[in-house]
């Protein structure tokens, strides 16, 4: 690339029709044919521009004439010159501040994406940060609505325990007045099947009140849930207590095993524990849907530590919803069903217990739960 | 024609034996750069001395840029051509002075000497460091004079304040100088070409092979009256 300030050639300053329009000029003035070239020429005369020789003028008719008609055309070139020089310098310039201009305009849209990324980013961190809130909220709002369930339940047990303590102990003292009355009447074979009847009736009833009595038992463990310190539980309660109410849950319907080892008792909230495997024999229960069967089974693992398995063989879990499965709010079940929350609770509670749970599966084969304490 | 692929100027020709020399009176607005080329070419009778090329102007401010050509023939026939270019000062001209800055090779900063102009002195320093950065020369290489000018105005600071200012860079002593009055602008000049004479030789064997020594460049490219 030339630079302005590069020496111009004599083509450079006058283009070769301004040469001959020049030379023309020069005739009418003088009368003689002059000859211009810009190769150095024996007996022409050097034509300088800033010092160099650019050019040759020689004139065969006249050459007298060569020396102050090249000072002249020296003369005309220097005003060539400055316009060529202003204008090549301008030009560069021009180019150069295109250039810059070019350069700023990239580096505008470089930070502009920058910018654009860092926006983006920080919209994903502040959804995420959103999200967070949602599920600590869900969390809360889950768990003051357990804690209202239980205290609802604690408040119902209570005031059921005493009528039906009442009822139960009328129901003994009337079965002895019907046996006395039997007596009485002894051999009256009218009022003999009316009697009989009647102690039918009163027995089948004292076993409804026993019932009553159970799940009201079971409740209390249940909604035990303001106990504020640890303290010593034994497993295997917990289960049958769990495994009572699933059955009154599910009607009685369901067909479960239990195989509860001697594991001795750890110190831990009762009423979480029982709402951890609560919520995991719900899950199996739901999962054998009333034809399958399931195991319970309590027993000393590794290192001396209590553990409880409880398993399934009903249509299993598919790998993808495994990988889910302890994300709050994640449900397989339709909507209105399931909160997506217990096991997500469930595994809390083992942490707060130093224990963890872990689940394997098959889909159609069936789901074993391991809850290890620690 | 062989062109060097350095940023500086100097262009040695080898079929033409021509060596093209840039230097550049560089500073702020109004420090009198066009007159110290008035000067030179009104105080200088060098071998040759081509016209003074004031290149357009407004309100007599440099636009573009002025050039004043002085050529030397060795007895090796070497032609010797140091053109001698100023810059607009002004601030808004810097693309321009950018330009004029490319493949120089040797700089003399003039600055103003009135104390109210000391703040645009170092603006224009830092400018002159910024753009030879920019054209690819770096500035503790580069041949620089700095000449402070307008000795003669009426307040000017003290010239052994400014000689103990600059005593830390590489550019001291200063050159003093009233080019309205002609004076100290060819001893500016001088120094300059004492400057640049090592930088030449080495790349291109003034001594040895041309024999040009480092008094002859000075005296020859100097010669006054």
Known sequence: MRNFDDDPALAELLAPERQQDLLRLLQGVTGHRFALSDQPQADA???????????????????????????????????????????????????????????????????????????????????????????????????????????????????????????????????????EIKQGIAGDSAFNALIEDFQALLKESASGTQRIASIVSDLKTFSNIDQADFISCDLNDLLHTSCHLLQAEFSHMLDIELQLGNIGSISGYPAKLSQVFFNVLDNAAKAVEGKGRIRVISRQGAAGHPEVVIEDNGCGISTASLERIFDPFFTTRPVGSGTGLGLTVARETMMAHQGEISIRSREGIGTRVTLKFG | MIKKAFANMSEYIPHERKLTIKVVYYGPALSGKTTNLMQ??????????????????????????????????????????????????????????????????????????????????????????????????????????????????????????????????????????????????????????????????????????????????????????
């Open chain 1, 45 to 179: 005369e050097t034509v300088e521009f800033n010092l160099d020789g650019v050019a040759w003028l020689s004139c065969a008719a006249d050459p007298q004439l060569q020396a102050p008609t090249a000072r002249l055309i020296e003369f005309i070139l220097t005003y060539v010159g400055k316009y060529r020089l202003a204008a090549n310098l301008h030009h560069d310039i021009a180019e150069a501040s295109f250039a810059e201009l070019q350069r700023q305009h990239a580096a505008l849209q470089d930070s502009e994406a920058r910018y654009r990324q860092l926006s983006e980013q920080l919209q994903a961190q502040v959804a995420a940060q959103v999200k967070v809130i949602e599920q600590t909220q869900q969390e809360l709002y889950e768990s003051a609505r357990l804690r209202a369930i239980g205290q609802l339940a604690a408040g119902v047990a209570h005031e059921i325990n005493n009528p039906i303590g009442f009822i139960s102990s009328n129901l003994r003292v009337a079965e002895d007045y019907v046996k």
């Open chain 2, 40 to 225: 030179l070419h009104t105080l200088l009778q060098p071998q040759r001395k081509g016209e003074l090329m004031v290149l357009e102007t407004r309100d007599d401010r440099t636009l573009f840029f002025d050039m004043l050509p002085i050529g030397l023939r060795s007895e090796s026939g070497l032609e010797l051509r140091l053109k001698l270019y100023t810059v607009p000062g002004q601030v808004q001209h810097d693309s321009t002075r950018k330009a004029v800055l490319a493949r120089v090779d040797g700089v003399i900063f003039v600055a103003d000497s009135q104390p109210a102009q000391q703040d645009n002195n170092a603006n224009a320093f830092d400018n002159l460091a910024d753009n030879l950065q920019k054209v690819g020369i770096d500035i503790e290489n580069l041949p620089l004079v700095v000449q402070f000018n307008k000795r003669d105005a009426p307040g000017a600071v003290g010239e052994g304040e400014l000689q103990s200012r600059w005593s830390d860079t590489p550019w001291s002593p200063l050159c003093m100088a009233a080019a309205i009055n002609g004076e100290g602008v060819v001893e500016s000049y001088r120094v300059l070409l004492e400057r640049l004479y090592p930088v030449l030789d080495r790349e291109f064997q003034l001594a040895e092979v041309e024999h040009i020594s480092a008094d002859a460049f000075v005296r020859q490219l100097s010669r006054v009256g």
